[in-house]
Every structure is written in structure tokens, then in C-alpha cells.
């Protein structure tokens, strides 16, 4: 196929809407629901929102410009736009869409799979009254390997999570196989609606149990205080990079797929403005449900929070439990807006490959989907063993706090210092009516960078006074470091293929 005919060619989101439903839904994830209102207790309560909305507006929204607005220039996925940028500045994009994929992907696809599971145990609530107990030894089978830390301690597959981990891997391959308006969009429209709903009935329904004004009020009440330490406003940025689906080359592909008229500025607002805005609500449920399990246990609330996971697959079905009446409506109701939640964002990282394969290599959407769902399900089974808990710890741990970081700096040194921010906030101007001002330069150029690589830095420092969590160094090295490594490498390699055709063709005027 020619170049011009391919450009004619691109996948093209049906409407508007359906893109801003798409990006919506990469965004808003098991991020939102349980990391958020944990981010926001342990850092100050309401006073992180403070930072949380400074990431948002500074380098939330200026990031998720810069990616839109290249994907919409170039008109193709991360590779392909740096690719027209710089030959030598292709590595970035394939690492991204390597790690993210995977990285990200492998265990993600676990944790929904863990969801599906609870969804289905939520009918007869299964899990029983002790369910630490149920979650560590019945449901993960970890007890051993939790207990010796040594992650090289695999055990076999735990059968349940294989199982559920199949439905998810075919879930994406059905959806993105579909292609953009078919698949993507259609989906996403379907999803994003029903999500809403329920979480909106979740939320309602968690704010009128006795004892839920208390956990709201603890969840707001601001401690200033805490504001002076840098590890809150880390947290902060850390969450709005995860949680935007910065640094993967997401937003990037999906913008690839708009016309020529598009509102990036002021999309890039509502993309991100919605999904702040969904995080700080849910925040409210889960509060108002911590605030229920104080009251009835008569606990003391510090006692009661729990870290991410434990929120959902510990506290939660402890709650679901407690509850007089529906209790099971209510689990099949939470969990099952968790699944929806990650899935629509599971979707938009396998797209984000696969329109970068096929930018390159021209590879046929259906072959190309299919093998890498099927080599990302491998992939993800070592992350349903027996000792895969702690192998999601630190590989997620790595991926947080430096993968996304990395990315992240090196795309606002590319777009902001090889291409020109200036250049770039031209090309979103002329095609759209909401203007993208010029100190977006100087935090594309300057800000963003300078904030990313002191993050960057005492990330480091942490890192090296003692190996994260309590593991072996070897594990550390092996496992975490390594994984940035080799996707860095394979990176490398893939973008030192030749093109099938000069990917700068596609380049919008
Ligand atoms: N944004 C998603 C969340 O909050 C996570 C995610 C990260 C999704 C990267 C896609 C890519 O859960």
C-alpha cells in the first residue's frame, strides 16, 4: 500500500465524543478508585488535594497537550511521531509502548482478573469473615513465599487467576481486534456510562451508612502540615502521571485517530478535569465506608486503612460482610465498576502497540493483535503464581517511580528542545478554538523537566540507602531494575528496524 493511501487509510474515531469517551476510560482506572483516596488519607487528607490538583494543572494537563497534540501532527502512535521528529529519538517510543505493555499490561491484566474473581464471590460473599486470611492464603495461595520475601519462589499458577486472567486477555483482543470505531469507541461508549452509574449508586449508597460522616470528614480535614514534605508532592505527581495515562504513548495513539479539526486544548481539560474530578468522588465512598467499619467495629480508623490492595480485596469484602442488608448487591456492584474501569484502560495500552506496529511495519491489524494478546497472556502468567504478589510489588514499584518519570522527562526534552514547544502549541492553536498559552513553553521547556529529574534523583537516593520493601538486592536488580532495562533494549532494537514507509508522509500541515 502507498503512503498516501495509508495516511487516507487511518482508522478514524467515528465522533468526538466517542475519542473524549476513549481517553476517559484509559484514564480512569483501578488507579482512581483505590489509589487515590489512599494517596490523599496518608498524605494530609483534604490538603493533598492541593498538591494533587497543582500535578493536575501544571503538569498534568501540559503533558497530556504535548501528547495529543504530537499524536494529532504526526498523525501516528508515539514511535511513529518521534520517528518524525528524530530517527534517533524512536527508542523513546518504543520503550514506551514496550514497557507499558509488557510491564504495565502483564500485571494490570492480573489485578482485573483478581476483580472478575471478587465479582464472582461478591454473590455469596465466599470469602467468609477472615478475609486477610482468605485473600493471602485461599484466593493468592502466598502464604509461604509472603513469608520468606523471596520472590524466585514461584510456586505454580493459581488456577482461579489463570482462568480469569484468559477472560480479560480475550476481552482486550475482542475489543481492540475491532479496531478503533468498532472496537475502542463502541466499547468505551458502552463502558464509560455504565461505570459512571454505578459508581454514582456505590458512592450514594457508602455515604448514607451510619458512620459515614466520620470517615468523610477524616478523609477532608486537612492537615497543612503535611504539605512540607516532598514525598506528598511526589505521591502527587507520581498519581497524576499514573493516572492520566501519561509517559505510554496512549494518549498519543488515540489522538492519532482525530480529524484535522480538533479541540486539543480544550480536551485535554476535560480528559483531565473529569478524571480528578472522578477520583476525588469515589474518594467520598470509600471514606464513607472506612467511616461504617470504625463505627461498627468500634476500631480506631488508623487501624482500619489499608494500602491499595488491601483496601479492595481485604477491607472491602470485610465491609460487604458487615452489611445487614444487599451486601452482596453491593460487592457485585463495587467490583464489578472496578473491572469495567480497568478493562477500558487495559484496552487503550494493548491499542497503543498495536497502532505502533502498525505504523512501522504495516502489519495487518487482526494478526497483530491476536499475537500479541496471546504473547502478553504468557507474559502475565508469571504474574499469577503463587509468589507473583511480590513480584507485582516491585515491578509496579519500578514502573511508577521511574518508568513513567523517565518517559515523561525525555518526551519534554524531545517535543520541548529538538522539535520546539513553540512549534507545537502553533500547530494545537491553528487547528483549535481554546488556545494553549505560552507558558506552556516554558513548563514544557523547563518546569516539567527540572520537576521530573529531581524526582528522578531522590527517587534514586531512597532507592540506594535500602533496597525497596524489605527484598533481596538480587531481586531488586533482577527483577525490578532489569525490566526497565530490557524494554529498553528491545526498544532500542525495534526502532533500529527500517520503515516500510517514511513515517513523516502522515504529518498533518
Ligand atoms: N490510568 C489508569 C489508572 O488510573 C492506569 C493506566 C496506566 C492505564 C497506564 C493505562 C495505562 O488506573
Known amino acids: ?23 476517559v476510560g484509559s484514564a480512569i482506572g483501578l488507579g482512581n478508585i483505590w489509589r487515590f483516596p489512599y494517596l490523599c488519607y496518608k498524605n494530609g487528607g483534604g490538603a493533598f488535594l492541593i498538591p494533587y490538583f497543582v500535578a493536575l494543572f501544571v503538569v498534568g494537563i501540559s503533558l497530556m497537550i504535548l501528547e495529543i497534540g504530537i499524536g494529532h501532527k504526526m498523525r501516528g502512535s508515539a514511535p511513529a511521531s518521534f520517528a518524525s521528529i528524530s530517527r534517533k529519538w524512536e527508542w523513546l517510543g518504543w520503550w514506551q509502548v514496550i514497557f507499558i505493555m ?15 474473581n471478587y ?25 509461604s513465599v509472603l513469608a520468606s520475601k523471596n520472590p524466585f519462589e514461584l510456586g505454580t499458577i493459581v488456577m482461579p487467576i489463570f482462568l480469569s486472567l484468559a477472560v480479560v486477555w480475550f476481552l482486550c483482543w475482542l475489543v481492540v481486534f475491532k479496531g478503533v470505531q468498532k472496537g475502542l469507541e463502541r466499547a468505551n461508549k458502552i463502558f464509560m456510562p455504565i461505570l459512571f452509574i454505578l459508581m454514582a449508586i456505590v458512592v450514594f449508597w457508602s455515604v448514607r451508612l451510619p458512620g459515614a460522616g466520620e470517615g468523610i470528614s477524616i478523609y477532608l480535614t486537612p492537615d497543612f502540615e503535611r504539605l512540607k514534605s516532598p514525598r506528598v508532592w511526589l505521591d502527587a505527581f507520581g498519581q497524576i502521571f499514573f493516572s492520566l495515562s501519561l509517559g505510554f504513548g496512549i494518549m498519543t495513539a488515540y489522538a492519532s485517530y482525530l480529524p484535522p479539526k480538533s479541540q486539543i486544548t480544550r480536551d485535554s481539560f476535560i480528559i483531565g478535569l473529569v478524571n480528578c474530578i472522578f477520583s476525588v468522588f469515589a474518594g467520598f465512598g470509600v471514606f464513607a465506608v472506612l467511616g461504617y467499619m470504625a463505627h461498627t467495629t468500634g476500631q480506631p480508623f488508623s487501624e482500619i486503612v489499608a494500602e491499595s490492595i488491601g483496601l479492595a480485596f481485604i477491607v472491602y469484602p470485610k465491609v460487604i460482610s458487615m452489611m445487614p442488608h444487599f451486601g452482596n448487591l453491593f460487592g457485585v456492584l463495587f467490583f464489578g465498576a472496578l473491572v469495567i474501569a480497568g478493562l477500558s484502560s487495559a484496552v487503550s495500552i494493548v491499542e497503543a502497540f498495536t497502532s505502533a506496529g502498525i505504523d512501522k511495519f504495516h502489519h ?32 509496579d514499584h519500578f514502573i511508577m517511580q521511574y518508568g513513567l518519570i523517565i518517559a515523561g522527562f525525555f518526551e519534554c526534552i524531545l517535543i520541548g528542545w529538538v522539535y520546539g514547544a513553540e512549534k507545537l502549541r502553533m500547530h494545537i492553536n491553528k487547528h483549535s478554538v481554546a488556545k494553549t ?60 528496524h527500517e520503515w516500510r514507509s517514511d513515517p513523516r508522509e502522515r504529518m498533518l500541515e
Open 119 to 143: 465479582f464472582v464471590y461478591s454473590f455469596n460473599l465466599s470469602w467468609g469473615q477472615d478475609t486477610g486470611n482468605f485473600f493471602f492464603n485461599d484466593f493468592l495461595q502466598a502464604s
Open 102 to 116: 509488557f510491564g504495565i499490561m502483564c500485571y494490570y491484566s492480573v489485578i482485573i482478573g483478581w476483580c472478575i
Open 364 to 395: 495487518k491489524r487482526g494478526s497483530l493483535v491476536s499475537t500479541l494478546c496471546v504473547t502478553g497472556f504468557l507474559g502475565s502468567i508469571i504474574f499469577c503464581m503463587q509468589g507473583s504478589f511480590l513480584w507485582i510489588d516491585i515491578v
Open 437 to 496: 498559552y505560552r507558558i506552556w513553553d516554558f513548563f514544557i521547556c523547563w518546569v516539567i523537566p527540572l520537576f521530573l529529574g529531581l524526582s528522578i534523583v531522590q527517587g534514586l537516593i531512597t532507592e540506594l540507602k535500602a533496597p525497596y520493601g524489605g527484598y533481596s538486592w538480587l531481586a531488586i536488580v533482577l527483577i525490578g531494575r532489569d525490566w526497565l532495562l530490557y524494554t529498553l533494549f528491545a526498544g532500542i532494537i525495534v526502532a533500529g
Open 1 to 23: 500500500m502507498s503512503n498516501q493511501h495509508l495516511a487516507h487509510h487511518r482508522a478514524k474515531w467515528k465522533s468526538h465524543i466517542g475519542f473524549l469517551f476513549a481517553a
